[in-house]
């Protein structure tokens, strides 16, 4: 059977609906419905030249104000969640076999009284899973990029509190789980970072270290993971160094993803893992001052819908 795609289109200001538009030429096997304003969809489409295909659904969801390329309006933010709801309910009640999203501006979510951290949390609550982990990938020279999070959207102040054996060993556990039923890796290898310089330098430069992240490997080992480290972030993304691995488990945001994306970007896909469905999205945010111009690329929503497609067109266990 052919995959049954849900997509919907972001933060109506940005870029989300003209690059959903983009994203789905040519044609992708798969089933695909857009969720989001037609009227919305229709404009931006006349606006920067790009026409729904055919073969394609939307599943209207209404605005609650008119959307201007570029301009944000918080009454708008409770229709980017409800087009989240659609997507969730319609893979919880089995419509939809995966969710691919178009980028949210999580401040005007938040200034319209709302606490969203991101889509990944966000989905993580709906779902009621006790533990999601974040992971972008890419293709580079050297052969894929994975990086996983163990924190996500997180001040830095607050990572190393955050950090605990238990909740490393439960990401461990995620992120080997779907490398495997996902990706259809048998034995994944999986490098851990260090929080601290050099790996916290035998203690002098912080405990963490010592005290978190290698018991959790060690533990994580000991229930078949294999899981190594921890490594100085700086010298693991060696390209000599990290091909030797199937994904890296960064401690926090800007320690994994500033390295994946300068190497992948435009082309990187993110991915939650730990949920019962497939959800992946783009590497890039809302970008408001390309809204309506029809200049912005569409390449990485379109890999995040050709791995969306991949990652549901053949289960594996």
């Known amino acids: 059977m052919r995959p049954r795609l849900a997509l919907t289109t972001g933060e109506p200001a940005g870029i989300g609906p003209e690059i959903a538009l983009a994203a789905l030429a040519p044609p992708l096997p798969a089933d695909i419905t857009l969720i989001g304003d037609s009227t919305l969809l229709a404009e931006r ?12 659904r939307i599943e209207h969801v209404a605005l609650a104000a008119p959307a201007h390329p570029g301009k944000l ?3 708008n933010a409770r229709y980017v969640l409800k087009t989240l709801d659609v997507a969730i309910d319609g893979c919880r009640a089995g419509r939809f076999d995966a ?9 005007i979510i938040n200034d319209a009284g709302i606490a969203f951290s991101g889509h990944t949390e966000y989905l993580a609550e709906r779902t009621a899973t006790a533990r ?21 959207h997180l001040p830095v102040a607050r990572v190393s509190a955050a950090l605990t054996r238990e909740s490393l060993i439960d990401t461990l556990r995620v992120l080997d789980h779907d490398l495997r039923l996902r ?3 048998k034995q994944p290898r ?30 994580a080992r000991t229930s078949g993971i294999d899981a190594a480290g921890p490594f100085p972030a700086d010298t693991l993304f060696v390209p000599d160094v990290v091909r030797r691995f199937d994904a890296v488990l960064a401690m926090f945001h800007d320690q994994g993803l ?3 994306k300068y190497a992948t970007f435009g082309h990187g896909v993110n991915v939650t893992l730990g949920l019962p469905f497939v959800r992946t999205s783009v590497d890039h945010g809302t970008a ?9 690329s569409a390449g990485s929503l379109r890999a995040a819908l050709e791995m969306a497609v991949d990652l549901t067109a053949a289960p594996r266990g």
Do not use: C, W, Y
């Open 45 to 56: 489409g006349a606006a920067t030249q790009r026409q729904l295909p055919d073969s394609i």
């Open 288 to 296: 408001l001052d390309l809204a309506g111009t029809g200049t912005a």
């Open 183 to 185: 990706f259809g890796l």
């Open 190 to 219: 999986i490098a851990v970072t260090g929080l601290n310089p050099h790996a916290g330098e035998a203690g002098h430069l912080g405990r963490e270290e010592i005290d978190i992240i290698t018991p959790a490997i060690e533990r």
């Open 258 to 260: 500033p390295v994946l």
């Open 73 to 75: 309006d918080v009454r």
């Open 99 to 107: 969710i691919v999203t178009a980028p949210v501006q999580k401040s």
């Open 132 to 152: 999601v982990v974040m992971m972008l990938a890419g293709p580079t020279s050297h052969g894929p990029l994975r990086v996983a999070l163990a924190t996500t």
